[in-house]
């Protein structure tokens, strides 16, 4: 299938299976690896990306269905080389062990900002709950939400 796919701000005109995903496509057609294959089966969150500006899991979507969306990737965040807020605070609060699902967690965190979602931990923690990290760095992942959440209120 033609289709022209949005990606971080630039048009990808693309010629795909039409049984490709979202994720395959990333990874595989654009080279773009920071959206992570990890359950395959929309369970993890290690896959999000945003669609449209809202968070989605990019396994579980079929690229064909998205002629002339954008997409945004853990790569498109950084803005002329600095880094995303969201981004900064991970780093700051040491938001990652593995590594694996920070990119998935970012993408998250970023979308949370943009979405009726309340300040408390509790709350963050809900929303946030599509993302797993298997190393545990929960705490430091809502340390690093909550302070751009502060900062931007």
Do not use: W
């Amino acid at each position: 299938m033609k289709l022209t796919l949005h990606v971080n701000g630039r048009p990808h005109e693309l010629d795909l299976d039409a049984r490709t995903t979202l994720l395959d496509c990333l990874r595989e057609t654009l080279g773009l690896a920071g959206a992570k294959k990890g359950c395959d089966h929309g369970q993890c969150g290690a896959c999000t990306v945003h669609l449209d500006g809202r968070r989605v899991n990019a396994c579980l979507i079929l690229a064909a269905t998205l002629d002339g969306r954008q997409v945004t990737t853990v790569e498109g965040l950084a803005e002329s080389g600095t880094l995303h807020a969201v981004q900064a605070a991970f780093l700051e609060h040491d938001a990652y062990q593995c590594g694996y699902c920070t990119p998935g967690q970012v993408m998250s965190a970023v979308a949370l900002l943009n979405e009726p979602c309340g300040t408390s931990d509790a709350e963050v923690k809900e929303c946030m709950s599509g993302n797993l990290c298997r190393c545990g760095a929960y705490q430091n992942i809502l340390a690093a939400v909550q302070q751009v959440r502060r900062a931007a209120s």
